[in-house]
T-cell receptor
Framework: NAGVTQTPKFQVLKTGQSMTLQCAQD?????MYWYRQDPGMGLRLIYY???????DKGEVPNGYNVSRLNKREFSLRLESAAPSQTSVYFCASSDPAGGIVDQPQHFGDGTRLSIL | AQSVTQLDSQVPVFEEAPVELRCNYSSSVSVYLFWYVQYPNQGLQLLLKYLSGSTLVESINGFEAEFNKSQTSFHLRKPSVHISDTAEYFCAVSVLSGGSYIPTFGRGTSLIVHP
């Protein structure tokens, strides 16, 4: 009953370093999302992928890139980390029944990223 | 563009008391509305959703929310809270944009249940 799995759970980076956050889901969902959560800001959408092979920008895409490697995996990359990217990152997935509404329904437990 | 406003950042309440967490949205088109709950150090869990039909929707753990189109609100209520309901609650709205439903989350309301 894994659902959505994110790795790593914690990471500390230095400014300018790069890293990739991994996300995998085992529910055969078409849609996947990356969010960041900051205190008092709620969740903000970084990128989403409505289906395998497609990605689109969300509200705060600057400084990030994504790859929808296959139906299961959706990775988020920080090419040159900045202190402003210190946050908790959540991956989510969904499978709109009948194509009605595409809303994340299953979340991973998050990656806590600190950039010094 | 749509936006979601959760009017209270923190709501303290005693166990077994009723609670209401307020959510208002702004959108000029039809919306779909959701409430999520987040327990410490976990991801969000979908609590309930309004897509169409009855304006009153219920969750399995006693929460309910009512969609009020005229007031553009989707407040979350529970008649009697438990200590275990202590968590962060997020309201979200989805609006069709460019062929996809793009979700927007409110800033969250921290529900603190005291014994």
């Amino acid at each position: 009953n894994a659902g959505v799995t994110q790795t790593p759970k914690f990471q500390v980076l230095k400014t300018g370093q790069s890293m990739t956050l991994q996300c995998a889901q085992d529910m055969n969902h078409n849609s996947m999302y990356w969010y960041r959560q900051d205190p008092g800001m709620g969740l903000r959408l970084i990128y989403y992928s409505a289906s395998e092979g497609t990605t689109d920008k969300g509200e705060v895409p600057n400084g990030y890139n994504v790859s929808r490697l296959n139906k299961r995996e959706f990775s988020l990359r920080l090419e040159s980390a900045a202190p402003s990217q210190t946050s908790v990152y959540f991956c989510a997935s969904s499978d709109p029944a009948g194509g009605i509404v595409d809303q994340p329904q299953h979340f991973g437990d998050g990656t806590r990223l600190s950039i010094l | 563009a749509q936006s979601v406003t959760q009017l209270d950042s923190q709501v303290p309440v005693f166990e077994e008391a009723p609670v209401e967490l307020r959510c208002n949205y702004s959108s000029s088109v039809s919306v779909y509305l959701f409430w999520y709950v987040q327990y410490p150090n976990q991801g969000l869990q979908l609590l309930l959703k309004y897509l169409s039909g009855s304006t009153l929707v219920e969750s399995i753990n006693g929460f309910e929310a009512e969609f009020n189109k005229s007031q553009t609100s989707f407040h979350l209520r529970k008649p009697s809270v438990h200590i275990s309901d202590t968590a962060e609650y997020f309201c979200a709205v989805s609006v069709l944009s460019g062929g996809s439903y793009i979700p927007t989350f409110g800033r969250g309301t921290s529900l603190i249940v005291h014994p």
